[in-house]
């Protein structure tokens, strides 16, 4: 059985930073590419960034690129993504997803889900 467990979120001002953590137990962590997705109240969940199998290719929305770093220790099991500069546009329920080999951006095409975790940023 796949479980992913998140981690690191909370309430932090506009501009301030936070570190989330998704670890991940069950399976060969290294055969999935793992990514990042979030959810506003009201809206669709949406993409936030996904990272290859062996870490070396990454891929941002561009609502978040140059403020995000998403990363992974294939060692830990564990996927992480920084926020920086954080907007209150970024408040959502943030989780973590894995699917086996290929990255995707599409979150119908992942298998498995953490259970999320808040992060609001106040003005």
């Known amino acids: 059985q796949v479980q992913l467990v998140e981690s690191g979120g909370g309430l932090v001002q506009a501009g301030g930073s936070l570190r989330l953590s998704c670890a991940a137990s069950?399976?060969?962590?290294?055969?999935?590419?793992m990514a990042w997705f979030r959810q506003a109240p009201g809206k669709e969940r949406e993409f936030v960034a996904v990272?290859?199998?062996?870490?070396?290719?990454?891929y941002y929305a561009d609502s978040v690129k140059g403020r995000f770093t998403i990363s992974r220790d294939n060692a830990k099991n564990t996927v992480y993504l920084q926020m920086n500069s954080l907007k209150p546009e970024d408040t959502a329920v943030y989780y973590c997803?894995?699917?086996?080999?290929?990255?995707?951006?599409?979150?119908?095409?992942?298998?498995?889900w953490g259970q999320g975790t808040q992060v609001t940023v106040s003005s």
């Open positions: 997803a894995g699917r086996p080999r290929i990255a995707l951006t599409t979150p119908g095409q992942y298998d498995y």
């Open positions: 069950g399976r060969t962590f290294s055969n999935w590419a």
């Open positions: 990272i290859t199998r062996s870490g070396e290719t990454t």
